[in-house]
């Protein structure tokens, strides 16, 4: 039988004695060209060393950790099993680096990120990532989320800490650490991090933020968006007094808030649209219009304020109610049935009961409760036989109680003119609303890069025993969140000037106009190329790239010769 393909692909049945080996590539050679143009290994190398650390150093260890990650995500352990199918050429490593990786020198590599000389790697990175690939700095986004932790962790006495805290992936049970991203508005690439102890309030990682940020692009003229958290009188002061610049929520609680939701309940006011946004959600439902009034309205210390009215959020704080108050008044129902049964109860405690529902349900202003009381008497004779005029009798009083629940609906009418309805705060006095309101609807970006680290990469839960080392393993993801994030901005950014539309990237080759980098290296995951000994001599079988994948080539600009 020949061994000369027609294709590609190793013929079926090789001759008796011949040697069939599979060579697998996958997305490796592009994860290697985004690292190259990082130069991560050289800015390691830069910052913690390279001596007195084996046969493979940090850099080329950490390297290697990316490619796990992005490739094969899951818990960190048995690093060398699943390196077992991957060629040392893949990876660009020596057969003795090769042998060398396992757990236990990943973890020295974990521990090297978190070393004070480590330190100086996420500036550096910083500064390659904004140069290298040529990321506009104009406005910063800035979110937190919590990375969960199984475990005791009862020697967590450093900084950060693993401990309880506000935990966003609801498990309160749960220790954690909060891992802080900033991303640019250029494609939501992250630029800039941080890992704090679990037990770190939102409202005092800004600062810091902002000063890194500040030190990174050389100026403080740049735009920091920010969630409610941001919205405190010591941050946003400490922003403008550099000449910085804020985009932000007004939390509930601030006095301007309330006095002006109580305006709107008792006047209403006239909404103007200013942006109309497609339905995300659901694809057939209304439009999201966004509405402003006119007027000017301040901060006590002088910022903007911007009022916005969502058709989308409207309707969805008017089911929020609408459920809140099914609730209470199922609840309300129980306790009615109840006291028909229960005679110890007295008007106080059913009072409270009520108003521990109305509380728990957030329905207090939009029902009315009345403890209504009732007596029964009942006579009941003292003597047996039949009863006559002269047989004593004992009155017994029944006392029970009942509910009475109303809506209030003008309090519920009242209440609808809220709905939707938020301010922003922002020192730009010239920008128009329509601006300011479209660089906060780029903030849902970031919570997208915290869905990818939750869901793709699986970064939690993390089972490391260490917390350094645990802190390590979020600095790990956060470079494989750049290279992922860069990877995805280069195919878009690629289709905008080729002006490609759609790409055959989900399943059964279904179209998107937005494809995100796991369908990209998806579409790389089963390249590879073979070869066939028979007698001393050996025939290589080319790879054969499919016509999206030479596409996708040419987008990340990743040069064909990396798959020959």
Request: with cysteine; charged share 25%; proline share 5%.
């Amino acid at each position: 039988m020949t061994l000369r393909p027609r294709t590609g692909q190793p013929p079926r049945t090789a001759p008796p004695g011949a040697v069939h080996r599979t060579h697998h590539l996958g997305p490796h050679p592009i994860i290697t060209h985004f690292l190259e143009r990082l130069t991560l290994e050289a800015i390691i190398r830069g910052c913690v060393g390279s001596a007195r650390q084996g046969v493979v150093d940090h850099a080329r260890t950490l390297a290697v950790l990316v490619h796990n990650l992005l490739v094969s995500p899951g818990p960190l352990y048995r690093i060398a099993t699943w390196l077992a199918p991957v060629e040392p050429d893949v990876l660009d490593l020596t057969s003795a680096q090769y042998a060398a990786i396992n757990d236990d020198r990943v973890a020295r590599a974990l521990d090297a990120l978190t070393s004070e000389r480590g330190r100086s790697i996420w500036f550096r990175l910083a500064l390659r990532i904004i140069k290298q690939f040529e990321l506009t700095t104009q406005r910063f986004h800035h979110d937190t989320t919590s990375v969960t932790f199984q475990g005791a962790y009862v020697t967590a006495h450093g900084d950060p800490q693993i401990t309880h805290g506000h935990n966003k992936d609801h498990r309160p049970d749960l220790k954690q650490l909060i891992f802080g991203l900033t991303a640019t508005a250029d494609g939501a690439v992250p630029v800039w991090h941080d890992v704090h102890s679990g037990n770190r309030t939102d409202d005092t990682v800004h600062r810091s933020t902002v000063d890194a940020l500040r030190a990174l692009v050389g100026h403080a003229e740049f735009i920091y968006v920010a969630d409610c958290k941001l919205c405190t009188a010591d941050n946003l002061r400490h922003i403008a007094q550099y000449g910085g610049r804020f985009v932000t929520v007004m939390p509930r609680t601030w006095k301007e808030d309330q006095h002006f939701r109580a305006r709107l309940r008792e006047q209403g006011i006239r909404w103007h649209p200013i942006l109309r946004l497609p339905n995300h959600r659901h694809k057939d439902g209304p439009p999201n219009i966004f509405a402003s009034c006119a007027g000017s309205y301040t901060t006590a210390d002088g910022y903007r304020i911007i009022w916005i009215r969502s058709s989308q959020k409207a309707a969805e704080d008017a089911q929020g109610r609408e459920r809140r108050l099914g609730q209470a008044q199922a609840a309300l129902r129980e306790l009615h049935d109840k006291l028909a049964r229960c005679r110890d109860r007295t008007r106080r405690g059913i009072q409270q009961a009520v108003a521990k529902i109305l509380r728990e349900t957030g329905t207090r202003l939009f029902l009315q409760v009345t403890v209504k009381r009732h007596v029964e008497q009942r006579r009941r004779y003292l003597r047996r036989g039949r009863p006559t005029a002269e047989t004593p009798v004992q009155v017994d009083r029944h006392t029970t109680y009942a509910l009475d629940v109303r809506r209030d609906g003008a309090a519920l009418a009242r209440e609808r003119r809220t709905d939707g309805v938020f301010p922003l705060v922002t020192n730009l006095t010239k920008t128009s609303k329509r601006e300011v309101l479209s660089m906060y609807k780029f903030q849902p970006y970031v919570e997208r890069r915290f869905s990818l680290l939750k869901t793709d990469l699986e970064i939690a839960p993390v089972y490391l025993k260490k917390p350094r080392r645990a802190a390590g393993l979020l600095h790990a993801y956060f470079i494989a969140l750049v290279v992922a994030s860069l990877i995805e901005r280069e195919v878009r950014n690629g289709m905008q000037h080729r002006d490609l539309k759609t790409l055959a990237l989900l399943p059964e080759h279904r179209r998107t106009p937005t494809p995100t980098w796991p369908r990209i290296l998806e579409a790389f995951r089963d390249v590879r190329w073979y070869e066939v000994e028979l007698k001393g001599e050996v025939m290589a079988f080319p790879i054969e790239l499919t016509q999206l994948q030479r596409t996708l080539l040419e987008l990340l600009g990743v040069p064909a010769e990396a798959y020959q």
